[in-house]
């Protein structure tokens, strides 16, 4: 909601905490913090949808998408391939989780196909993620539209967790829409919890996010996204943080249609350039696909928020039309 100067990390790094941040597997980066206790709970306001708008001159649509093991297997199925870039193409941001492949050319390879018939996406990737003792490794990533976004490398950074308190840490990214005035700027927290661990974990997760909204500051803009692996009802400390919202409460995210794993949460009293409308992409009908072929693709579907592409500003609000978020 606020403005925020869009400078690299490393300049707020030199103001504030002394070091470097990036992409770096080393790099210095905010700890855990204690696991806040605040009381009240979780609720939703979105208007859910199962069909994605389309993206407007004056929205952006930022998604999630647990891509589930994205390696050598689908890089060699042109069919799979061909519906992860029609899906990558609705977003103006997407946070992918599940990059398995050791392969650094898999997710360029992808985002090479995206850009196929003269698009400008682009991507930061963080670096192979987990634990030695599981010799389980994952990469986060966001890939966004260079025509619409800005963002970069240098304004990303993967949260430290000297404990280990945490299967795969998570990866933050800063954004900014190139909305000519009062362009909308915001901080995604890319997450995959461990399914066996994810009581501890979403309680961690409510300190990570205090941490990295005060690391933040002034920006007030930062969003949780990521798959989750619970129902908001479950969601533990994190659901008590003060008007912090799931924008998919009670609608399935995976493709068997019986779990809500995946989620966008906001700050409901800071975010007010969310326009109310949020869902999932239902791929068996994008893709007129019975189950199994939905399951070629992935086992969790795409999440979807709209915002409007400007900061809001008291005074000026912003609503959703039928053509999307218009600003009134």
């Known amino acids: 909601m606020r403005s925020l100067p869009f400078y690299p990390l490393m300049v707020l790094l030199l103001i504030g905490l002394g070091g470097y941040l990036g992409c770096d597997p080393n790099s210095v980066v905010p700890p855990l913090d204690q696991v806040v206790n605040d ?75 995206v850009n196929r018939t003269g698009q400008n996406y682009t991507y930061t990737i963080s670096p192979r993620i987990g634990r030695e003792a599981t010799r389980y490794f994952e990469q986060y990533a966001f890939v966004y539209d260079a025509n619409r976004i800005a963002g970069g490398p240098d304004f990303c950074y993967v949260v430290q967790d000297p404990q280990d308190t945490l299967h795969r840490e998570p990866f933050v990214g800063r954004f900014r829409t190139l909305y000519p ?61 003060p008007d912090f919202i799931p924008l998919i409460n009670g609608i399935p ?51 979807w928020g709209e915002f409007t592409a400007a900061e809001f500003t008291p005074g000026i609000t912003a609503t959703a039309g039928a053509e999307g978020g218009v600003l009134r």
Not at 70 to 76: D, E, N, Q
Not at 258 to 275: A, G, S, Y
């Open 39 to 113: 009381s009240q709970v979780v609720d939703s306001t979105s208007n859910y949808a199962a069909t994605i708008p389309e993206r407007t001159s004056t929205t952006v649509l930022i998604g999630s998408f647990n891509i589930q093991r994205l390696g050598p297997t689908k890089l060699s199925n042109p069919e799979v391939m061909e519906r992860l870039v029609a899906v990558i193409r609705r977003f103006d941001v997407i946070a992918l989780q599940e990059i398995t492949s050791v392969d650094q050319r898999t997710l360029p390879t992808l985002v090479d196909l």
């Open 253 to 303: 995210t995976n493709t068997r249609k019986n779990n809500t794993l995946d989620n966008i949460v906001i700050d409901r009293q800071l975010t007010k350039e969310f326009t109310g409308r949020a869902g999932t992409i239902d791929m068996e009908q994008m893709f007129q696909l019975d189950r199994a072929g939905v399951e070629d693709i992935s086992d969790h579907l795409p999440v």
């Open 181 to 241: 005035n009062r362009p909308f700027s915001f901080t995604l927290i890319n997450m995959h919890t461990d399914p066996g661990e994810v009581e501890e974990e979403l309680d961690v997760l409510a300190a990570v996010y205090k941490n990295v909204r005060e690391f933040e500051y002034p920006e007030d803009d930062v969003l949780l996204v990521g798959d989750l692996n619970a129902d908001p009802k479950k969601f533990g400390a994190l659901a008590r943080i």
